[in-house]
């Protein structure tokens, strides 16, 4: 089953319509018309520019959305075309952007006393965008919720009932948010620095998506205090699959990827002793491709990307990939991308940043 979110190269085509086609290079839309699926990534360019860049399957360059500064994660909406890139933490601007037409994209800014953690989600019938924030002075992480229908104008927020809140994402059916708490403190007054690695609070939650009501909260246990819950994506029977990056002693050999359903406990995959070695105690992203059952694990660290089997967590396939990135479902396995500008096969000179959103 196509994962919602997903369209085909076609729909694409024909959903972008003429203008957008006729803006692009002879050679990005050649690889357009040859493309299986559309990708959309950050990258700072070599002039030390920032864009959101538009690619082909084999990562050829199709288009670029200029930025003020860098991004991090990215969420779209099937229902209404849009996307959005939310600002490297502690950043306080978001864009949302339609990659099918030329139109102007829209920046949302944070409120005072709140930053983004970098990433969020539509809702399913798109009226709605979900934000992971810090509620920097009071220490806790928060959901910001905007209205699409109406400007993206901030309606509301719900506690994520944790710190360092990061990745999040909504379920299927809308009726669900499923929060990523890293577990550590920052402040905007000290940048990126991590303030209480002595003792974080790593978390995952399920909250109710139209009160913020908590419904579920997994703690990581005491030993595994320091394995910051960071990214996460959802398979197709709601299974949520996490990833993490561990702050305690280099010589330790944590799990770093796992999974859990509503109502039931968190259980961690036990991965090959080299392959734990080679993620380096830090996954900087994970994606579920649902048609194929496989999970797919980057790590730039370790150079490493690792496919998964969905139903029973053995290793498919491993890649070296120096300074790993992104990783996105595509048309077989996955897509990833590298800081040094790999894309699948193609080399450019953009150094792509650490998430891949699939539009197509």
């Not at 990745?167 to 940048?191: K, Q, Y």
């Not at 949520?240 to 968190?266: I, K, S």
């Not at 300074?323 to 096969?345: E, K, M, N, R």
Request: charged fraction near 20%.
């Amino acid at each position: 089953m196509r994962k919602p979110g997903l369209i085909d190269r076609r729909s694409f085509v024909k959903a972008a319509g003429a203008l957008f086609l006729a803006s692009l290079s002879p050679r990005a839309l050649f690889a357009l018309e040859r493309s299986d699926a559309v990708f959309a990534s950050g990258f700072r360019a070599p002039d030390g520019s920032f864009g959101i860049g538009l690619v082909a399957e084999d990562g050829t360059f199709i288009d670029r959305i200029d930025l003020p500064d860098r991004v991090h994660g990215l969420g779209h909406s099937p229902a209404t075309g849009l996307s959005v890139a939310f600002a490297r933490r502690p950043g306080t601007f978001a864009v949302l952007f339609n990659a099918r037409k030329r139109s102007e994209p829209i920046i949302i800014a944070a409120p005072d006393n709140r930053h983004f953690f970098g990433h969020g989600q539509f809702s399913p019938d798109g009226r709605l965008l979900y934000a992971s924030e810090n509620d920097f002075d009071a220490n806790r992480g928060m959901i910001g919720v905007y209205d699409a229908t109406d400007g993206f104008r901030r309606v509301g927020e719900f506690p994520a009932h944790g710190i360092g809140t990061h990745d999040m994402t909504v379920s299927d059916d809308g009726r669900f948010l499923i929060i990523a708490n890293g577990g550590i403190e920052t402040h905007p007054d000290f940048g990126r620095t991590k303030l209480n690695l002595d003792h974080m609070e790593p978390s995952l939650v399920i909250a109710d998506a139209a009160t913020g009501a908590l419904i579920e909260k997994h703690v990581m246990p005491r030993e595994l205090s320091q394995l910051s819950t960071r990214h996460l994506d959802v398979a197709e029977n709601g299974r949520v699959w996490f990833a993490c990056q561990y702050e305690g002693p280099r010589n330790d050999t944590p799990p770093l990827v796992g999974h859990f359903a509503r109502g039931e406990a968190l259980a961690f995959v036990s991965l090959p002793q080299d392959i734990t070695a080679g993620l380096a105690n830090y996954v900087g992203a994970i994606a579920v491709n649902r048609r194929d059952g496989l999970v797919g694990l980057t790590s730039p660290k370790g150079g490493l990307a690792v496919t998964l089997e969905a139903r029973s967590g053995k290793v498919v396939s491993t890649a070296v990939v120096a300074d790993a990135a992104g990783i996105a479902p595509a048309l077989s396995g996955f897509a990833v991308s590298s800081y040094d500008g790999h894309f699948q096969t193609t080399q450019s000179p953009l150094a792509w940043d650490q998430h891949i959103l699939r539009i197509s």
